[in-house]
């Protein structure tokens, strides 16, 4: 008697644990990595600025590329609890004299 329940215990617990419910039960922390960007912040951003005032603008670049030193990489990642992360990307390209020549707002994708 004692080992039947014992199995009828161990199969109900089993069974709960893998459904799907019980993985939102426990709480998951919000992350976000990278530069967080206010978007009043990139429209203040124009063509024609130094590296220092963009650098003022919007903080230290999260990747200045080795082999593309003309770009700065803006990353920001944000997987809010049991969500699909969000990526935001802006590319800064600068020109041979320094100034911002262009700058790429990719925005949102979903990973």
């Given at each position: 008697?004692k080992?039947?329940?014992l199995?009828?215990t161990?199969l109900?617990?089993?069974?709960?644990?893998?459904?799907?419910?019980?993985?939102k039960?426990?709480?998951?922390?919000?992350?976000?990595?990278?530069?967080?960007?206010e978007?009043d912040?990139?429209?203040?951003?124009?063509v024609?600025?130094?590296p220092?005032q963009?650098?003022?603008?919007l903080g230290?670049?999260?990747?200045?590329?080795?082999?593309e030193?003309?770009?700065?990489d803006?990353?920001f990642i944000?997987?809010?609890?049991?969500?699909?992360?969000e990526?935001?990307?802006?590319?800064v390209?600068?020109?041979a004299?320094?100034l911002?020549?262009?700058?790429?707002?990719?925005g949102?994708?979903s990973?």
């Amino acid at each position: 008697m004692k080992m039947k329940s014992l199995l009828l215990t161990l199969l109900v617990a089993m069974s709960v644990t893998a459904c799907s419910t019980v993985e939102k039960v426990v709480y998951r922390i919000d992350v976000p990595q990278g530069n967080y960007l206010e978007q009043d912040k990139i429209a203040q951003l124009k063509v024609g600025m130094t590296p220092e005032q963009v650098e003022y603008l919007l903080g230290t670049p999260m990747l200045r590329n080795i082999f593309e030193t003309h770009r700065w990489d803006y990353v920001f990642i944000k997987r809010e609890g049991y969500k699909a992360a969000e990526k935001y990307n802006l590319f800064v390209y600068f020109d041979a004299n320094g100034l911002v020549s262009k700058i790429d707002d990719v925005g949102a994708n979903s990973k």
